[in-house]
Nanobody, 124 residues
Framework: QVQLVESGGGLVQAGGSLRLSCAAS????????MGWFRQTPGKEREFVAA????????YYADSVKGRFTISRDNAKNTVYLQMNSLKPEDTAVYYC?????????????????WGQGTQVTVSS
């Protein structure tokens, strides 16, 4: 079992930045691929970014490429999502997820454990 707790969400103006954190506990963090997803009301949870167990490989949705950066600190059992040049369409609840087998998850069904989510609101 892995417990994931997100933090860092909030309200920001368009063009601003936020950094989300996801702290993990329960199992060896470095054994898991990690990812960030987001969801708005009435829509499916969509992929944002993912990172491999060592951090050597990263993956991004086209909509955030060049603006968001995923990273991880295995010594701190934490994965981060640095979000720059935020747009109103980035408004969503952001979730981190871990994957037991394989690299970072790029689809929601690949996620084995989810955090509770953190709200990000970008005003125009």
């Amino acid at each position: 079992q892995v417990q994931l707790v997100e933090s860092g969400g909030g309200l920001v103006q368009a063009g601003g930045s936020l950094r989300l954190s996801c702290a993990a506990s329960g199992r060896t963090f470095s054994n898991y691929g990690m990812g960030w997803f987001r969801q708005t009301p009435g829509k499916e949870r969509e992929f944002v970014a993912a990172i491999s167990r060592t951090g050597g490989s990263t993956y991004y949705a086209d909509s955030v490429k060049g603006r968001f950066t995923i990273s991880r600190d295995n010594a701190k059992n934490t994965v981060y999502l640095q979000m720059n040049s935020l747009k109103p369409e980035d408004t969503a609840v952001y979730y981190c997820g871990s994957r037991v087998v394989g690299t970072g998850p790029t689809r929601a069904p690949q996620v084995d454990y989810w955090g509770q989510g953190t709200q990000v609101t970008v005003s125009s």
